[in-house]
Structure formats: structure tokens, C-alpha cells
């Protein structure tokens, strides 16, 4: 019979489970189906999703005003045509002056015209000599060789050319009504997308209740009241930002319109205009608005002076708006992360072209705050918002997994100005200890990867005991332990770790936590040796002994060692620490209680005060027998 070798079972394992699984595979292909699917929904039914786009926002924009109007007695449909029209009514007039303003700027550039002939004349006698004549001298080289190249062509190839055109006549016939389409189809879409977007907005403010309900019957039916909390919450939100980002906009607008003015810049309304659409683009928005006032600047003067105040006023006014409007009334940001709302603009244009540039950033503000109030749309959250995607423990130990041990001192430094050491130590530390263990089990990692995190962590836990008490620790209601050097005597622990360097770095964090001037510290090296535990703790007498055995797993060697010790020494006071255990906690207390151990802490804080308790009572005990 032939046997295989050793090992040959655990590569064969190996190797299925890195074998790739079929159901992984088709998941992600649906995934990316589905994907596609939406994109090319999104970009074919543009010409109903932006109307029905616009009408949603422009619901959450009105929504306060019909509630409003509500609550004082005019009523539900009242209230809902008044707004419309009058909003409608608003609309038309600023889009007729603007208009106006269009036409009257096309019909008086001819005035204009030699004052931006006089100013590139300048700019030619500064440029004699230099880059400009450069080019220009390149310019007319390029125009010399292809008028060669003409000339070049013989008349046979000429007559060749016209032998081989076809000449083709075609009776244009009676005069047909669908020639008209061609030239109406321009000026309809848009009068039919502005139609359906005003008849959505009134039907979506008189129905705004029936569309929640429909809603909360899709996503929310039993969960009723949360769901219910959620959308109240979410469409208050939206609308408080949507209200608050078109006053700042407009307030942009008057002061650029009013600024252009008064530097007597040709058409400030439509400048003005112009700046209070153009600041919906985020960053750019501005600048971009600035540059048509800033040419017709260089069309109405003969100098530079005007064309530096535009400049100077834009500056002005848009470092006040970010630096000092806009985080007042937005509070510390409007929820989304810089970079997503950057691919959120280069997506919504690539998809809607020029109207998704305008509705990108009012459209990711409502997808975050929907995610962050909506359960079933939280991977909008997830994926737009400005909030860490992982938390705290996730990340430290998502650090140590990449060998970045300085970003994730930096994640433990920041905790500490915020909570105490041992709270630091116990969820976030501790944290990453127990998933380390968990990984190394499940071969998820080597052993000596899990070294040198554990390394890692011993360093951060041991650099942290150095900083000074945050802020927090010395706000605390809780009275502060006398210092240790104050102790005329010190007890002493022998820490054992129970399997390797994981549980190494946890003691170090309670020898930190407690202080090394609180106690007499002695550590195990090791826990295998059953004969040098033994002599130690025979020679140094410990008044405690505890065993720190980081979950999951080490049950079985941590209660044999447990069992050793109190069998040798019955009067000694063992404790094992099982931090971060979650299951089977009675179960384990009871093993651990049969083998001679006094209690079984699974929280990092309990074992610091068992420790600190034994500090205070042995030098009490010293002080009245002084005395």
C-alpha cells in the first residue's frame, strides 16, 4: 500500500482553497452586467432621467416653501400651483433678460473691435523677436509647403478626378410638412423637456406623501417608523443643502454682477448670471464664469486696469465664499469626499454632457445623504462620503497588514488625544491582536508576517506609554491613582505569555498600562518550558500570576499551564486574560475555574484593575505595618 508523504494532505487543501470558485466568478460577472446595464440605461434615457432629475431637485428646492405656505392656510393644491407658477414665472423672466443681454452683447462687438485689435498689436510688438514671431514664422512654412503641394498637382490628375464625380439631380417635388422637423426638432426637445419638468415639480409637491409611502413600501414596509425617520431626516437634510447652496450661489452672482458694475464692465446682469450657474461646477465653476467678463474687459478699454480688477474682484469674492461663507452655513462640509465628488463631476458630464456638469454636485449631496440615512442605500455612503470607509480598529490593523507601521502609529496617537491608554489599548490595539490571531489560524498570513505586526505593536503600545495623558484623561471625573513612586513597596506579577509573540505584545500593553514603577514585573519568555516557569515562580514568589492567552483558540495550553502552576503552587493568585473572547465565555470560565485559576478576564480594563487593586492594597498593607 502507498502512502503519501507528509504533507502532501495539507498542499492538496492548499490548493483547493486557493482553487477559484465558480459561484465567486458568475457573481462578479452579474455584477458587472449589471453595471453595464445601468450605464447604458443612464446614458439612453438621458432625454426622461435629466428632466426627472431636474424635477427632483427642484422638489427638494420648493418643498419648504409649499410646506410653509401649507401650515398657514392655503392649502395643499394652492399651494403647490402658486409655487410652480411663480417659480416658472421667475424663471422665464431671468431667462428673457438673459436673452436680452445675449443679443445686445452679438450686436455691439463691432464696437469694440478696435480696441482687441489695438491689444494684440501690443501683444505682436512685445512678442517681435521671440516666441511669438517663432511661430508665426513656423506657421507661414507649414502654409508655404501645402500651397506647393497644390501646385504640385498636374491638370490630368485634375480632369481624372472631375471623370470619376458623380453628378447626381433629384427632384425636390411638392413642398412635404416633415421638412419642418428638421428645423423645429432644435427649439421642441427643450421646450418639451422644460414642459415635463414643470409638470413633474407640481405633481411631485401636490403627491410628495404618496411618493414616500411608495418608497417605504419598497425598501422599508417593516421597519416602519425607522424608515419613516430616515426619509423625514434625509429630505430635510437635502433640502436645507439644496436651499443653502443656491442663496450662496446667488449671492455669488449679485456680488459679481454688482462688482462689474461698478468697474463698468458692459452686460453685469448676464456676467451674473452666468457666475450663479457656473459656481454649481465645483472648483472651476468660478473661473470658468470669470473669463467672458474678463474678455469683454479687453474688448471695452484700451488698457489693462480693468481686466485686473475683474480678476482681482473674482479672487475676492470666491476666497470669501469657500473660506468663510460657505463653512459657516455648511458646518465642517457637505458630507462628500473631495476626490469622489471630483469622479462624480467627470462621470455625470461624460454621461449628461453639459447639464450633468451643473447637476453633479447637488446629485452626489443627495445620493450621501440618502446612503447615510436609508439602510439600503448605504454603499452611496460607503462609496461618495466623506467619512472613513473602515473604522479605527479596521484601519490600524489594515496598516500593520501593509507594513505601514508609521500611518498606524498616527491612527493610535490620534485616538489617544481623544480617549485614555487603556481604552486605546483595549479597542484598538487589542483589536488588531485578536484578527491577527484569527488570520494566522485560517493561514491567511505567515507566521513571520505575524511576528513582525506583533513587533509592531508591541513598539506603538510601548510609545504611547511615553506621551503624556491626553486631554481626555485629564478631564476625567475619575479620581487619578496615586503616583506610583509614592509606593513604599512593590508587589509583584510574573506575566506569562501562553503561545508566541501575539501574547508577548498584549502583556506589554498591561505592563504600560499599569506602569512599570506600579509593580514588580517578571516576564516569561516562553510558556513551553514547564520546569523554568516553575523555578521562577518558586524563587520569586509572585502575588500574582497571569497567563495572557489572546482568542482565538490557546484554551487547551493555557488551562494544562494553569493546572501545572496551582498544583505546584495552590496559595498563588492565577489569572488568564482571554482578551477580546467572545464565545463561550461561561464555558471557559469554568475550565479555567476547575483549573485552579481565581478568574478568567476577557476585558483588557478588568485585568488592569485587578492589577492596580493588588498595587494599592500591598502598599497598604506595608504603610500600617510600618506604622
Known amino acids: 500500500m502507498q502512502t503519501s508523504p507528509p504533507g502532501s494532505h495539507a498542499t492538496d487543501m492548499s490548493r483547493l482553497a486557493h482553487k477559484p470558485d465558480p459561484k465567486h466568478w458568475s457573481s462578479s460577472l452579474t455584477i458587472l452586467l449589471g453595471l453595464a446595464l445601468v450605464l447604458g440605461f443612464l446614458h439612453w434615457a438621458r432625454p426622461v432621467l435629466i428632466p426627472l432629475a431636474l424635477a427632483i431637485l427642484i422638489t427638494f428646492l420648493l418643498s419648504p416653501l409649499v410646506t410653509w405656505l401649507t401650515r398657514h392656510g392655503l392649502g395643499r393644491v394652492p399651494s403647490a400651483i402658486f409655487v410652480t407658477l411663480a417659480t416658472l414665472a421667475l424663471t422665464l423672466f431671468v431667462g428673457w433678460t438673459i436673452s436680452r443681454q445675449v443679443g445686445s452683447l452679438v450686436e455691439s462687438y463691432p464696437k469694440y473691435e478696435r480696441n482687441i485689435n489695438e491689444k494684440i498689436a501690443s501683444l505682436r510688438f512685445l512678442g517681435q523677436g521671440g516666441t511669438l514671431d517663432r511661430a508665426r514664422d513656423v506657421a507661414r512654412r507649414v502654409e508655404r509647403q501645402l500651397k506647393r503641394a497644390d501646385v504640385d498637382v498636374t491638370p490630368e490628375d485634375i480632369e481624372a478626378r472631375r471623370a470619376q464625380m458623380v453628378r447626381v439631380v433629384v427632384d425636390p417635388g411638392p413642398f412635404r410638412m416633415a421638412e419642418f422637423w428638421p428645423m423645429l426638432k432644435p427649439v ?95 472648483y472651476l465653476g468660478a473661473w470658468i464664469a470669470m473669463l467672458l467678463p474678463l474678455a469683454m474687459s479687453l474688448l471695452v478699454t484700451r488698457d489693462w486696469s480693468t481686466s485686473l480688477a475683474v480678476l482681482g474682484l473674482f479672487a475676492v469674492a470666491e476666497a470669501i465664499t469657500n473660506m468663510i461663507v460657505e463653512p459657516t452655513f455648511y458646518g465642517r462640509g457637505i458630507g462628500v469626499s473631495q476626490p469622489a465628488l471630483l469622479a462624480a463631476v467627470a462621470f455625470w458630464t461624460w454621461l449628461w454632457g453639459p447639464v450633468g456638469l451643473l ?58 488625544r481623544e480617549k485614555p491608554l487603556v481604552e486605546v489599548y483595549e479597542h484598538l490595539l487589542l483589536p488588531a491582536l485578536v484578527e491577527m490571531r484569527q488570520d494566522l489560524h485560517l493561514d491567511r498570513i505567515a507566521d513571520a508576517s505575524a511576528d513582525a505586526m506583533a513587533e509592531g505593536i508591541r513598539e506603538i503600545a510601548e510609545d504611547l506609554a511615553r506621551i503624556p495623558h491626553s486631554k481626555a484623561v485629564e478631564d476625567s471625573s475619575t479620581p487619578s491613582a496615586p503616583e506610583p513612586a509614592a509606593l513604599p513597596a512593590r508587589a509583584k506579577v510574573y506575566v506569562i505569555p501562553s503561545r508566541d509573540s501575539i501574547d508577548h505584545a498584549a502583556l506589554v ?58 498544583s505546584q503552587f495552590p496559595g498563588t493568585r492565577i489569572v488568564v486574560a482571554r482578551w477580546g473572547s467572545a464565545d463561550n465565555q461561561p464555558r471557559e470560565r469554568e475550565q479555567f475555574a476547575a483549573a485552579g485559576a481565581e478568574r478568567m478576564d476577557v476585558a483588557f480594563s478588568e485585568t488592569v484593575h485587578v492589577c492596580e487593586r493588588l498595587a494599592e492594597r500591598h502598599a497598604t498593607r506595608d504603610m500600617l505595618e510600618a506604622d
Open 359 to 416: 447637476l453633479a454636485s447637488p446629485l452626489t449631496v443627495c445620493l450621501v445623504v440618502l446612503g447615510r440615512h436609508v439602510p439600503h442605500l448605504r454603499f452611496f455612503d460607503t462609496l461618495l462620503g466623506d467619512r472613513p470607509a473602515l473604522e479605527a480598529p479596521q484601519r490600524f490593523y489594515q496598516r500593520l497588514l501593509a507594513r505601514d507601521y508609521d500611518d498606524a502609529a498616527e491612527i493610535a496617537e490620534k485616538s489617544l
Open 188 to 282: 421642441l426637445a427643450p421646450l418639451a423637456g422644460a414642459a415635463l419638468v414643470v409638470m413633474l415639480v407640481f405633481f411631485m409637491l401636490l403627491g410628495r406623501e404618496d411618493l414616500r409611502d411608495r418608497f417605504i413600501a419598497l425598501v422599508g414596509e417593516r421597519q416602519l417608523a425607522q424608515t419613516t425617520r430616515a426619509l423625514d431626516d434625509a429630505g430635510s437634510r437635502i433640502s436645507r443643502y439644496l436651499v443653502t447652496q443656491l442663496v450662496i450661489n446667488a449671492a455669488f452672482g449679485v456680488v459679481v454682477g454688482v462688482g462689474l458694475y461698478l468697474l463698468e464692465v458692459p452686460f453685469a446682469p448676464l456676467w451674473g448670471a452666468i457666475a450663479f450657474a457656473l459656481r454649481y461646477v465645483p
Open 509 to 566: 500593553m498591561l505592563r504600560a498600562a499599569v506602569g512599570e514603577a506600579a509593580l514588580t514585573w517578571i516576564s516569561a519568555r516562553r510558556a513551553h518550558d514547564s520546569r523554568e516557569l516553575i523555578e521562577t515562580v518558586g524563587e520569586e514568589k509572585p502575588d500574582l500570576i497571569c497567563i495572557v492567552a489572546v482568542p482565538p483558540g490557546g484554551t487547551t495550553h493555557a488551562r494544562s499551564l494553569c493546572a501545572r502552576l496551582h
